[in-house]
């Protein structure tokens, strides 16, 4: 299966600023997501990240809180705008690989902490 | 919306018993049900996933059972050890894309 990394693993920002959370894929992939997990809780998914044109939100997900670019079928950029404590959660991105079994996989998450 | 109970929220078992968790979807359209493993501050890991056109799948240890006309579907794990302690959780789609996830299972076994 395809391996995916994000980057920071972890951040601690304050309030009003935004995070660009960077993901990698060692292989081409088909289809990349991203989820959100706030703490304890279920995985909600943002938006699908396409490439080379506009990301597909899910409902009660904004382009202009959550920007997404995917420039390659290797890699796309999460940024968390104008952040508040509200935001505070775990960012997972997640792959389908292509070619392959179809099957979804996830990358180890970024934890953001918004002070 | 579409949505995905899953039950219980908890489970506690002695090691070498099984576990159950059962989830109930609601779109009828969905015919893709992966199932994921979190273990705490890992990322989730699929462990066995169904399609609608089967109504039950085995991997060792672990079975997936698939009723699509009550539009629910179980995890089975046997002889449980203490590695299998951690988060599971269902979902369910229309394809390998769109999932809903549910709440999880928060699953503990004791030596």
């Known amino acids: 299966s395809a391996v995916i990394s994000q980057k920071p693993s972890r951040d601690i920002c304050q309030r009003g600023t935004s995070l660009t959370i960077q993901c990698q894929v060692d292989?081409?992939?088909?289809?990349m997501f991203w989820y959100r997990q706030q703490p304890g809780q279920s995985l909600t998914l943002i938006a699908t990240?396409?490439?080379?044109?506009?990301?597909?939100?899910e409902s009660g997900f904004v382009i202009d809180k959550f920007p997404i670019s995917r420039p390659n079928l290797t890699f796309s950029t999460l940024t968390v705008s104008n952040m508040s404590p509200e935001d505070s959660s775990i960012y997972l991105c997640?792959?389908?690989?292509?070619?392959?079994?179809?099957?979804?996989?996830f990358g180890p998450g970024t934890r953001l902490t918004v002070t | 919306g579409e949505n995905v109970e899953q039950h219980p929220s908890t489970l506690s078992v002695q090691e070498g018993d099984s576990a159950v968790i059962k989830c109930t979807y609601s779109?009828?359209?969905?015919?893709?049900f992966p199932w994921y493993k979190q273990e705490l501050g890992k990322r989730p890991q699929l462990i066995i996933d169904?399609?609608?056109?089967?109504g039950e799948k085995k991997d060792q240890r672990i079975a997936v059972t698939l009723n699509k006309t009550a539009k629910h579907f179980s995890l089975h794990i046997t002889e449980t050890q203490p590695e299998d302690s951690a988060v599971y959780f269902c979902?369910?789609?229309?394809?390998?894309?769109?999932?809903?996830f549910g709440t999880g299972t928060r699953l503990q076994v004791f030596p």
């Open positions: 169904i399609r609608s056109n089967v």
């Open positions: 779109d009828s359209a969905s015919n893709y």
């Open positions: 292989s081409q992939v088909t289809m």
């Open positions: 979902a369910a789609g229309p394809n390998t894309d769109k999932l809903i």
């Open positions: 990240a396409n490439q080379g044109s506009e990301a597909t939100y």
């Open positions: 997640s792959a389908i690989e292509r070619g392959g079994v179809y099957e979804q996989y």
